[in-house]
């Protein structure tokens, strides 16, 4: 099983849709969690650290539930702009940083 | 701003010669990290550093050595290439052990 999992996709949706992506993650002693984004290979960007609470950042909104192991991403009103890869990252407090296989989002007019 | 910078963006070998990454960073953050991605497998970690003289294997680190003289700089050293190294390289650093990373522009690296 891999340490962090995400359905690849791609997911389709057409412009002002919302969206959501979820995330396993198997290392119950992971510490903290991101969400990433990459563009046509170009190098990961942070979007969003993921927070117990749950955290918003304008059409973005994270949610972690380490219950049951579990990240989620939402995006609302979906801009061309927004179509990527969206990865999945898990840091399990050693400076590790495990990927998710990436998530890839196509946002159509 | 230069942040992570990673020479060269671009590299062709031979397989069986030898070449270094370098990698760089302004931040003077302790962790350090190289990755490869390739098609349909994600970021898989090849060696990372948790700070000045420490180093330690990731999932793949086979083929590779790294070292880390100084908080700065982190080269990869590929011994003799091999075709299955064939892949784009992302270095990676952060200021603590929790928190995000911060990439260079990656190296794209093809060995015939």
């Known amino acids: 099983r891999k340490e962090v999992e995400q359905d690849p996709g791609p997911f389709n949706v057409p412009e002002g849709a919302t969206v959501a992506f979820n995330c396993t993650y198997s290392n119950s002693a992971s510490q903290s969690f991101f969400w990433y984004r990459q563009d046509c290979r170009k190098e990961p960007k942070l979007l969003m650290s993921v927070y117990s609470s749950g955290n918003e950042d304008g059409r973005f909104t994270a949610q972690l539930n380490r219950a049951s192991q579990y990240i989620s991403l939402l995006i609302r009103d979906s801009k061309l702009s927004d179509s990527a890869t969206y990865l999945c990252?898990?840091?399990?407090?050693?400076?590790?940083?495990?990927f998710g296989q990436g998530t890839t989002l196509q946002v159509k007019p | 701003n230069a942040g992570v910078t990673q020479t060269p963006k671009f590299q062709v070998l031979k397989t069986g010669q030898s070449m270094t990454l370098q990698c760089a960073q302004d931040?003077?953050?302790?962790?350090m990290s190289w990755y490869r991605q390739d098609p349909g497998m994600g970021l898989r970690l090849i060696h990372y550093?948790?700070?000045?003289?420490?180093?330690d294997q990731g999932e793949v680190p086979n083929g590779y050595n790294v070292s880390r003289s100084t908080t700065e700089d982190f080269p990869l050293r590929l011994l003799s290439a091999a075709p299955s190294q064939t892949s784009v390289y992302f270095c990676?650093?952060?200021?603590?052990?929790?928190?995000?990373?911060?990439f260079g522009q990656g190296t794209r690296l093809t060995v015939v």
């Open positions: 990676a650093s952060s200021y603590q052990k929790n928190t995000e990373a911060f």
């Open positions: 931040m003077n953050h302790e962790y």
């Open positions: 550093s948790v700070g000045a003289g420490i180093t």
């Open positions: 990252v898990v840091n399990l407090n050693t400076g590790k940083l495990i």
